[in-house]
Every structure is written in structure tokens, then in C-alpha cells.
């Protein structure tokens, strides 16, 4: 949540600081904030709504600064509480991601505050420790501070100097070639082109940084850091010729799978390589853990491991899991799963398994993120970047190597190698499917002028289709901001049919040929209480059309491909309901992409 950009060196700081914020304009954008050093004065500009707000609103040639795009925890949505904020003395200027969870007990140190925020809080703190040392003061005040935070913070007395500090909140420093400028940011997706060598913080350390040296402190000591080497994705903010970012993102399913595959099968196509997973221990089970969309995966990935494997799985909510018992069994594998590698929540819960000596896993669709580092294997997405908020291509991408892994841990138990070449065989036609996926995706747009006056909607779907019912809730709530509820379709007559009856709006997922008699019973059930039905479907399965009011038909598929192939119609059809009624498909409301705090 939230996003934070700093930018010392000798280029025009505002400009530098707004194009960052743009690009994490992804992270929250209910209000936004820039402030400068310029002639021993803040000047601050500070906007309700996303950067776009920000830009030509100085013409300060100040080179340093910083900034702020946010997603409201403290506060409502106001300039007031938008960053950067200022210590009560005027002297100290801060930008915060993160929750500090003592602010109501720090309060009566300050007060005269201006917000409702714990970052203004917080900056007072550091402005009553400050005598002449921006950082021993930074480094004073967090001391006593509980909760998260990623901060980078600025002083009158310093102005060649932006002090930044983590905790649970991630912040990357990037520096140039010839070490005269540098940057502060959330995410390395933000830097510009031709910032490639990066120190990622770590918990509880501070990094002085100013235009021509970086040191980094833990305790107030200097510590030795990594620098480590990026590579940007040319083009990767443009829409490319789409309306929208969700649209294209959509549309590069095919490649992100395909990029999700490549060389991780041997030459004979009969093995799985997962490059650094080694396991310790003969797995005797595997848990999932995610968030969200990824805990949808996860659900996905308990049916593929237990069909595939032969190993039992199960899957737990990240936010859950630290927070109760787990009893678990010797040999069990902890798969985490988080797109941005950022969730804090799952980071926690991986902690949790990790003291407690668990073998764990992550999957994850960013580089050197907090969770990859965290971990001691991982399994890399490569599906690109994703900048829409609702998550379609590393949700996808993500089911792919959840199939690889199942094939891979089942090779360690007792599928056999025709068995694991078969499988491979059906992976390896899964791009040219999305393709064929996506020309039938066009029907959709037709679906939502039909039901765009819906106010909720129900999804149903069986075995594998369950995790993507529910997967096609998420998605019509996060774009349309319709009431949806997803059910597996057995449960029908235990509770869902009282309000799925009578006038409701279901979407039921029944690609299976060997559920076909049970899914047809689900549908006249709902259909004699008067309700409509969209049925998701293959080529070949046809269903009596007394019991639907429209059809989408899928190409024919394995069954372990039809879970990717039956989310993208969803992902669609939320989108154009969306766009029937003017939302912001990109950017849904109240939400952010990566979900830094608890």
C-alpha cells in the first residue's frame, strides 16, 4: 500500500519525483504529495486523487525531494492527510507507507497535530529527537515505534540529505553509473531506465542517502550492503495501443504462461526443472499459503497436487495463518504465494512456518521482492509486469506453475514418467489455448450491455471450477462493485440456493464432461426459481437451452488446463461490466496492488 519516491542529484526534483510517482500510481491513489528543498524552504504541493494531480504544479529547479501516492488506513481521504507531512517546527518533512500500531499511545507527545494520520505522528517524533543529525534522530524515534513502516524523510539543516528507513515496508535505493545521483522508491519498477544497480533494504535498517554516497546503518552502525544488478521491461508502462492496462494484461496470457514454462521442462519433455528448489525432506504434504487472488491459486494448486502428486494438500488465508495453532506434519512443503512478493501478510505467515524449521517455497511474480528474499527456494513467474490493481496474467501464470510444481513433486512420489510426460504435453498447448480463449472472449462485451443493471451476481462451479467461481467474484466485485458470491456448485441445496432462487443472476462454470448430469441437475434447480444463468462451458458439452439464458463455449481442454482457460471469459465480462458504468478499471476504488499492510 502506498508508495514512496525520492530523488537526490542534479536533475529538477519535482519532475523526477512525479514521473516515479506515476508509475507507483499503482500502490494508492486516493491523494498524493511532492515536497522539495528549495532555499532553505519546503515547497509542498499536495492533491486529493491520483499523480496526474501533480504534474506542472511547481517550478521549483530544486534536485532534491520527495513524494508520496496514497491508500488511506489513518484518516480520510483530504489534502490534510495526504504526504509528505511536516514536523510541528517546520524543520522536518517525512513520507510513510506502513501502520504504526502505538500511535494513539505516542499522541500526547504531539500535540498539535494537523491530521488524522500516524505518519504525522511519527515525523514528530523524529523533529523532537533532532538536535543536528537527521539520521541518529530518525534512528532515535523509531526506537520507539511498533508497526510497519517504509519512510523516507528530509531536513532544513541537511538539504543535501534524504534519511530512509524500513520495516516490513520495502525501499530500494537505485544510484547511477558515475554515483551522482540517486533514488529512493516502493518498488524498482518506478526507476528510470537506466538506474540498474540497487540496494534493497532490509528490516530495521536506514540508509543515509545523498547524491554522490549512500551509507546504510543497522543499531547506528555502517553495515556492508549487496548491490544488485536490475533489468528493467522496455515499454512496460505503456498501454500499448489499449484502453486500458487491465485490457492488455489480459491479452498477454498466452505470453505470460509461455514465459512462465520456458526451459523448465527437460529435452525429452518427461521432467519438470525448477531451478533451485531442492527439498530436505521426503514431502508428506503441502500447505498453501495466499492472499486474495493468490489464495485462489492456492485452492487451484490443492486439487492439482492431490490429482497429479497423489499428496495431500490443503490451503490456508496468509492473514489466518500467523495469527493460530498449526500443527503440521513432518515433510510438510509451505508453498507461499504473493504476484508482488510484498504481502505482508503472507510475509508474516512465512515467518511463522520459517520458525518453526518448515521447508517453504515462494512464487512469485517479482524479483529480489521481500518475499523472494525471505524465502529459501522460489519459483519466478516471469509474467511481466502487471499495473492494473485486479490480477489476471499473474493469476494465470501462477496456476501454470502450480501444474509444473504438482509434476514436479509427483515425480518424487509415484507418477510415472508417461504419466509426467503426458501432463507436460497438455501444459505445453496452453498458450495456443489462451489464444483461442480469448477470440471467444469477445461475446463478453455483448454479456455486459445485457446484465450490466444486475446489483449482484452468484458464481457456481464444481472441482477445479470452485477456486475459479469464487476467482470470478472476486473479479466482479473488485471492477463492477457488484455483490458476488462464489459457491461450489454441490453446495447448492445446503444454504446458497435461498438467495441464488428467485430472480438471481448466476454464472456457472461446467467445462467437465464427467460432471455434466450433476451440473445440468444444479441448473433446472436454479432455473425453476425463476433465476438467469450464464454457463461458461466446453466446445462439444451442450446443454439444453431451457436451462440458460446465454452461453460461452471454451476450446476443448485437458482438465487440468481448464481452470486458466475458464477465468479469462470472467475477467472480461467484469471488465466491460465495469466500463458500462464508467469505473476506473485500472484503478477500483479503495484498493491498491500490493497490500503492505495487516
Keep these: 500500500m502506498c508508495g514512496i519516491f525520492g530523488y537526490i542529484g542534479k536533475k529538477p526534483a519535482y519532475t523526477e519525483v512525479y514521473g516515479g510517482l506515476k508509475k507507483l500510481e499503482y500502490r494508492g491513489y486516493d491523494s498524493c504529495g511532492i515536497s522539495v528543498i528549495d532555499k532553505s524552504k519546503f515547497k509542498t504541493v499536495k492533491k486529493v486523487g491520483g499523480p496526474d494531480v501533480l504534474e506542472d504544479q511547481s517550478k521549483s529547479t530544486s534536485t532534491i525531494g520527495i513524494g508520496h501516492t496514497r491508500w488511506a488506513t489513518h484518516g480520510t481521504v483530504s489534502v490534510r492527510n495526504a504526504h509528505p507531512h511536516k514536523s510541528s517546527c517546520g524543520k522536518i518533512i517525512l513520507v510513510h507507507n506502513g501502520v504504526i500500531e502505538n500511535a494513539d499511545t505516542l499522541k500526547y507527545k504531539c500535540p498539535s497535530l494537523k491530521s488524522d494520520t500516524d505518519s504525522e505522528i511519527l515525523v514528530n517524533l523524529i523533529s523532537d529527537e533532532y538536535t543536528d543529525n537527521l539520521a541518529v534522530a530518525v534512528s532515535h524515534a523509531l526506537e520507539h515505534v511498533e508497526g510497519t513502516y517504509g519512510i523516507a524523510v528530509m531536513c532544513i539543516d541537511e538539504p543535501n540529505t534524504i534519511v530512509a528507513a524500513r520495516r516490513g515496508s520495502p525501499l530500494i535505493v537505485g544510484v547511477n553509473k558515475d554515483k551522482t545521483e540517486a533514488y529512493i522508491a516502493s518498488d524498482t519498477y518506478a526507476l528510470p531506465q537506466e538506474i540498474t544497480d540497487v540496494v534493497y533494504l532490509g528490516d ?133 504465494l504473493s504476484q508482488s512478493g510484498e504481502t505482508i501478510d503472507t510475509i508474516s505467515a512465512v515467518e511463522e512456518a520459517q520458525s518453526h524449521n518448515r521447508m517453504v517455497i515462494s512464487i512469485t511474480n517479482t524479483v529480489a521482492s521481500s518475499l523472494a528474499r525471505q524465502t529459501e527456494m522460489g519459483i519466478y513467474q516471469h509474467a511481466g509486469p502487471e499495473v492494473s490493481v485486479a490480477s489476471t496474467k499473474a493469476f494465470t501464470s501462477q496456476l501454470a506453475i502450480l501444474a509444473m510444481l504438482a509434476i514436479y513433486v509427483g515425480r518424487k512420489h509415484k507418477l510415472s514418467k508417461v504419466d509426467s510426460r503426458k501432463y507436460i504435453s497438455h501444459l505445453r498447448k496452453l498458450p495456443s489455448l489462451i489464444d483461442d480463449t480469448l477470440d471467444v472472449c469477445t ?139 464508467k469505473y476506473n478499471v485500472d484503478q477500483p476504488r479503495h484498493l491498491a496492488k500490493s497490500v503492505t499492510v495487516e
Design 204 to 336: 530495521n535498517q536506514l540508509a543515509i542517502v545523498k547524491a554522490n554516497s549512500l551509507t546504510v546503518w543497522k543499531e547506528e552502525k555502517t553495515i556492508q550492503t549487496r548491490t544488485s544488478t536490475i533489468e528493467h521491461k522496455r515499454n512496460s508502462s505503456s498501454k500499448e495501443g489499449y484502453s486500458t492496462y487491465l485490457e492488455k494484461e489480459i491479452r498477454e496470457q498466452s505470453d505470460a504462461v509461455r514465459n512462465a514454462m520456458r526451459g523448465r521442462f527437460s529435452k525429452d519433455y518427461s521432467e519438470v526443472k525448477l531451478g533451485g528448489i531442492r527439498f530436505r525432506k521426503k514431502i508428506r504434504r503441502v500447505l498453501f499459503l495466499g492472499c486474495g487472488t493468490a489464495y485462489h491459486a492456492g485452492l487451484v494448486g490443492k486439487y492439482l497436487m492431490e490429482n497429479i502428486a497423489g499428496v495431500p494438500a490443503s490451503v490456508e488465508y496468509s492473514s489466518e495463518y500467523k495469527y493460530k495453532s498449526n500443527p503440521t506434519e513432518d515433510g510438510t512443503l509451505i508453498v507461499a
Design 443 to 581: 461475446a463478453t462485451k455483448a454479456l455486459s450491455s445485457k446484465w450490466c443493471m444486475v446489483s449482484a451476481m452468484a458464481f457456481l462451479g464444481r472441482q477445479l471450477m470452485y477456486p475459479i467461481a469464487i476467482e470470478g467474484a472476486l473479479k466482479m466485485k473488485e471492477l463492477a462493485y457488484l455483490e458476488c458470491h462464489g459457491y461450489p456448485a454441490g453446495e447448492l441445496k445446503h444454504g446458497p440456493l435461498a438467495s441464488i432462487g428467485y430472480h438471481a443472476t448466476c454464472v456457472y462454470l461446467a467445462p467437465q464432461r464427467e460432471l455434466y448430469e450433476k451440473n445440468l441437475s444444479n441448473m433446472r434447480e436454479i432455473k425453476a426459481r425463476d433465476s438467469r444463468i450464464i454457463v461458461i462451458t466446453e466446445k462439444g458439452l451442450d446443454f439444453p437451452k431451457d436451462v440458460y439464458d446465454n452461453i460461452i463455449y471454451l476450446p476443448k481442454s485437458p482438465e487440468i488446463l481448464q481452470p486458466i482457460l475458464a477465468v479469462i471469459p470472467l475477467q472480461f465480462f467484469s471488465m466491460h461490466m465495469a466500463q458500462r458504468h
